[in-house]
């Protein structure tokens, strides 16, 4: 009796979950930003005080932003160490790992004690959580950015990957909310304890965000390259060796969120302490606009799935060079009205132009083996001179009405770098992903065919 053998039943292709890991990158981002924009609050109202006690305001001040910055110098430590693993272990593995260190340096920052009560050791010791929180950042958006980007379906990724950043206007919105409250406590409760309550909510967030990445699978690409073995053996060594003018272009793009730190961290303190408003006032009106790019960003995003992505990067980078000049001019005239709709324009309309497009164009500029590492080495460096954007805007400041100028001016320089690097990068809304990053693609076909060739050469 002959038995007819039973059909190979192929195996099922990795499933693409868009909607989950859009999920999983939002609230991942979410807890990134809460946790810098509460530092960036407190860097320009609290801490100047509490951990760099100066005769001279202004001393403090840039001291307590130059601790800002420091975090944008351990993130490119954290996007080399992380996007290393992340390409050869996977995104998921990397993620929750990011995400612990972000948490737990925040809650840990909420405990410190003051220069009054430990000395030098106090602002070390500030400086030492400040880098933890850098190092998490600058492995958490190219990672987030690249998982998302994986999941999401061809035509739609831009959309998909957007919700990167959307998380970025929830976490400061969430950070505000809780500091408003906050600094209208009075002063002697504001600086002993009430600054310390939004660092010790941060566990909240992470409590969430880590329950949802640890229920989100692997993305298929990894998974395919893991089963075809392409997972590159050094993705740093190879992604400079293959795409360094793409690392250079997303460098260069990526100073564009000097724009955001000078709004939110620079502009924050000039307003309450050079232009005269109140602390909640200039909260609240930051919190409005960037709260509404949380709607802005997923259109934008959208739109550029249809027309591409330069255009949007191009006007979001012209479009702030001019709007900056509008917010810090609304600053002066002492019109919370006028500071509204330069903000709107600012960071709402504009401004999200860029956010909501560059967590899909800068990792759409690697290929899969050498995307977490590339994306967050280009990204991560770009962002340095974005962290130490508010103590150089404080050092440029001048004395008068008019001081304000060299820190718009620095400003739409930053602006027209980034536009440059965006024009001369490639567009990729159209390319399907197994295309993306060509210049690695061609470059590694190169090599394996001459690799091939090589026993036929050595047996001539």
Not at 31 to 45: N, Q, R
Not at 67 to 86: E, K, Q, S
Not at 321 to 327: E, V
Not at 332 to 358: D, E, K, P, R
Request: one cysteine or more; hydrophobic letters at 50%.
């Amino acid at each position: 009796m002959t038995t007819t053998p039973s059909p190979q039943v192929p195996p099922q292709a990795p499933r693409k979950t868009p909607r989950k890991a859009a999920l999983a990158s939002f609230l991942g981002s979410t807890l990134e930003y809460y946790d810098f924009f509460i530092y960036g609050t407190a860097a320009a109202l609290v801490f100047p005080h509490l951990f760099f006690p100066s005769a001279d305001p202004a001393i403090g001040l840039i001291g307590a932003f130059a601790t800002f910055g420091v975090a944008y110098v351990a993130r490119p430590v954290g996007g080399l160490v992380m996007g290393h693993f992340g390409d050869k272990l996977g995104r998921k593995r990397i993620l929750l790992l990011t995400l612990g260190i972000m948490g737990l340096a925040s809650l840990g920052i909420g405990f410190l004690p003051t220069y009054e009560q430990l000395g030098v050791w106090a602002p070390i010791l500030l400086v030492a959580g400040r880098l933890a929180q850098g190092f998490s950042a600058g492995a958490e958006s190219a990672g987030a950015s690249t998982l998302t980007l994986e999941h999401s379906p061809e035509g739609s990724r831009g959309f998909f990957t957007s919700f990167v950043m959307t998380g970025y206007a929830s976490g400061m919105v969430l950070a505000t909310l809780v500091f408003i409250p906050v600094t209208s406590l009075p002063r002697e409760a504001m600086m002993s304890w009430g600054w310390r309550i939004p660092f010790w909510l941060s566990i909240v967030v992470l409590a969430i965000a880590y329950w949802v990445r640890t229920h989100l699978d692997e993305t298929p690409v990894f998974e395919e390259a893991q089963e075809r073995r392409q997972v590159a053996p050094m993705p740093l060594k190879e992604v400079l060796r293959f795409q360094a003018p793409d690392v250079l272009r997303v460098a260069g793009m990526s100073i564009m969120s000097v724009m955001q730190t000078i709004f939110t961290v620079f502009g924050l303190a000039y307003a309450t302490s050079g232009a005269g408003f109140d602390r909640a006032s200039i909260l609240t009106v930051n919190a409005v606009a960037i709260g509404l790019s949380m709607f802005a960003m997923p259109l934008a995003a959208r739109l550029s799935d249809r027309i591409g992505r330069r255009p949007l990067l191009l006007t979001a980078a012209i479009g702030c060079s001019a709007t900056i000049f509008l917010y810090f001019l609304a600053l002066s005239s002492g019109n919370i009205g006028l500071v509204f709709l330069a903000a709107f324009l600012n960071m709402t309309v504009l401004y999200s132009g860029f956010n909501g497009v560059w967590p899909a164009f800068f990792a759409e500029q690697f290929a899969a083996p050498v995307r977490y590492s590339g994306m967050a080495l280009g990204n991560q460096f770009g962002l340095v001179l974005a962290g130490f954007g508010p103590m150089i805007a404080g050092m440029l400041l001048a004395p008068g009405a008019w001081g304000w100028v060299p820190v718009a001016v620095f400003g739409t320089v930053c602006m027209l770098i980034a536009a440059g690097s965006a024009f001369w990068s490639r567009e990729t809304a159209a390319t399907p992903i197994g295309e993306l990053g060509g210049p690695y693609l061609a470059g590694t076909a190169r090599r394996r065919q001459a690799e091939a060739q090589q026993p036929a050469l050595e047996h001539r």
